[in-house]
């Protein structure tokens, strides 16, 4: 294995681990995946730059950015689609999901995570056959069908039990009591955590900050306010101490402590919580936060029994709700119109690349596509036959009428060879090789049957009404016709030098005529493009 495949080799594995890793620390996770993305550049591995460019987006969504960030994965989503990665696409897709989660469009979150968890194959990984069905399953409770999502989370459990995917597994059960807690079942949430917190026991699993969040609020959900309070507590000294999982977490764990004190009657200590809460929300604009941080407000003023302020603040919490359903329509919007602006980007590429593959004055399809197309063409179909045509004297009618009446010829000559073309062989192309020499492309046909289609093809062109363009000169064309089966190994360019070989003898046996099946000269022709008389 020479050096750049070494190199190529640990960077996938180090790909992979932040793609099948939990990172903690997001800040440290996103200059990682700066890093990957510079060293794959400088490898010029696309599929790599690929991967790392979504890496670094995913990890730039958990510091806070959005619009970016989408671009960059609908970029990588499309680049694997078009490549048939599979496993890429669904990562992609999962990607685009969490933006769409941040940006509170349940419905755009649950058709990307379908969507990546459809794209699954024998290639997928165990974890990623877990966890995109972890958040396929969060997705549908999100939009409230959480029948469905307890069916998906009962999936995933049982395939990470069966893999002893024990970390994941303690993930899974999280998120699962998260959203039992979400749609209003607390005994379900207090039944999923306890599961959890005993499978993390019989494991010996440390419970993260945000793992141990839900636990805290599941508590605090039923009157559990001591064991909330100590959770919540927990989890902030851990955030003070370098665990970020995403910068809103030390909000949330705030929100959840006060909630947690006012349980316990510690009225003063909630309204510090809740004080610290709002200082954060506001520093890194949490709208969502701060919306709960106005609802749990008004109810610690009720709990102190300052009714006219809990109503003020109640109204401020409404209108601050309205604000933010504001605020996520405009996120919506925002991540929508990356997507277009990506969809949008790659029609114009599209449109750019297909005006390259096409000649200009004919509209037929170019060398460059030729090119590009006839290998995969000759390889997949051994009953391909391909025709070289040449309009005969050609630079007669350039040099006895103009330049722009032999560009009227080729014009014409291009419309009668397609539309002769498109009659007998749908599935075939007609391309302009250069100057007065045309290429066609007949898929599954033997010579003798292209044969016969190519001289009536030559007939309807003497045969045509060249009055207008050309006076009493008239316009014919010699065509030569070659089979790969002709040749061994069958290729583009020996085929197309039987092509060009039977073309010659159609031009000395007195043109106007198909020719196939030549004998081979002494001094083979090596087929170019040429300007012949």
Not at 122 to 130: C, G, R, S
Not at 194 to 223: F, K, S, Y
Not at 328 to 336: F, L, P, S, T, Y
Not at 476 to 502: H, K, M
Request: charged share 25%; proline share 2%; hydrophobic share 45%.
């Amino acid at each position: 294995m020479d050096g750049d495949a070494l190199v190529a080799e640990a960077l996938s594995a180090a790909l992979l681990a932040m793609e099948e890793q939990f990172v903690s620390e997001a800040v440290a996770g996103l200059a990682d995946a700066v890093e990957l993305q510079r060293q794959a550049t400088a490898l010029g591995d696309e599929s790599l730059v690929m991967r790392a460019r979504l890496c670094r987006a995913r990890m730039g969504l958990r510091t806070g950015e959005l619009t970016g960030v989408a671009r960059e994965m609908y970029d990588v989503q499309r680049w694997a689609a078009e490549r048939g990665d599979r496993l890429l696409e669904a990562r992609a897709h999962a990607a685009c999901a969490s933006v769409h989660q941040y940006s509170g469009d349940a419905a755009k979150r649950l058709e990307h995570s379908l969507s990546a968890v459809e794209l699954l194959d024998e290639t997928a990984t165990v974890f990623t056959q877990i966890w995109h069905r972890v958040r396929l399953a969060d997705a549908l409770a999100e939009t409230g069908a959480i029948d469905a999502a307890r069916l998906r989370y009962r999936q995933a459990e049982d395939l990470a039990r069966k893999t002893q995917q024990w970390e994941l597994l303690r993930i899974l059960l999280n998120n699962w009591a998260y959203y039992e807690h979400d749609c209003g079942d607390l005994a379900g949430a207090g039944e999923v955590i306890g599961r959890m917190l005993q499978h993390a026991d019989v494991h010996g699993l440390e419970l993260d900050p945000p793992t141990l969040h839900t636990v805290g609020e599941v508590q605090a959900a039923n009157g559990e306010y001591a064991a909330a309070e100590q959770a919540m507590l927990t989890c902030i000294a851990r955030y003070e101490a370098g665990f970020v999982e995403h910068v809103a977490d030390v909000a949330s764990y705030r929100l959840t402590l006060a909630r947690a004190r006012r349980g316990l009657g510690d009225v003063v200590g909630a309204q510090q919580s809740l004080d610290a809460c709002r200082e954060v929300c506001v520093e890194l604009g949490l709208h969502a936060i701060l919306v709960q941080v106005h609802e749990e407000q008004a109810d610690l003023h009720a709990a102190r029994g300052e009714f006219a302020e809990a109503f003020a603040i109640h109204k401020t919490f409404v209108a601050a709700q309205k604000s933010l359903q504001s605020r996520e329509r405009e996120a919506q919007a925002q991540a929508r119109q990356a997507m277009f602006e990506t969809s949008e980007a790659r029609e114009e590429a599209e449109r750019f690349r297909e005006q390259a593959r096409r000649d200009p004055l004919t509209g037929l399809r170019n060398r460059r596509y030729v090119d590009e197309e006839l290998p995969a063409l000759i390889a997949g179909d051994s009953g391909l036959s391909l025709a070289i045509a040449d309009i005969d004297y050609f630079k007669r009618i350039n040099d006895t009428l103009s330049h722009d009446t032999g560009d009227q010829v080729l014009v014409q000559v291009a419309k009668l060879l397609e539309d002769g073309l498109a009659a007998a062989a749908p599935g075939g192309f007609v391309a302009r090789l250069g100057g007065e020499e045309f290429l066609l492309v007949l898929p599954a046909t033997p010579v003798p049957s292209a044969t016969t289609t190519l001289d009536g093809i030559r007939q309807a062109i003497e045969t045509h009404d060249w009055h207008d363009i050309t006076g009493a000169l008239p316009v014919t064309v010699s065509i030569g016709v070659a089979a790969t089966g002709e040749v061994s190994p069958p290729t583009q360019s020996a085929t197309l030098g039987v092509a060009d070989r039977n073309l010659y003898a159609a031009k000395r046996a007195g043109r106007n005529r198909v020719v196939a099946g030549a004998p081979r000269e002494r001094l083979p022709r090596a087929y170019r493009d040429r300007d012949v008389a």
